[in-house]
């Protein structure tokens, strides 16, 4: 019975520490999209009625880019097509583009978009 109760808490224990493991890793990763997302809500017109779809995170060698696309509403209340940007996030800055050139060079990598 002790060997039983001993396996049993070695795999719940084993079960905890990988939860804890991928939770922190999702927490890195998930620092960049939101740091650029709040890049992007700061620089782009009317960002209480915008959307911000395909957050896609990439690394470029040192450089940690985020891609997206969002959409914001005009004064009739409809969404307008969805325009596509970049945020180079550096720590403690992030800089937000949404320049064709900017997009093409960090977005439209091969296997990308």
Known sequence: MKI????LFAA??????LWVVFTQVRMLDGK???????????????PETAKIENLEKIQQGDTTVVCGQYSIKNEAGDY??????SVIVEEPDAH???APEDVEKYCALPGKR
């Open 80 to 85: 307008q097509p969805p325009k596509p940007f």
């Open 12 to 17: 719940v224990a084993a079960v905890i520490l």
């Open 32 to 46: 960049a999209l939101d740091t650029a997302k709040a890049t992007a809500l700061k620089s782009i017109p009317n």
């Open 96 to 98: 937000f583009s949404e």
């Open 4 to 7: 039983a109760k001993s396996k």
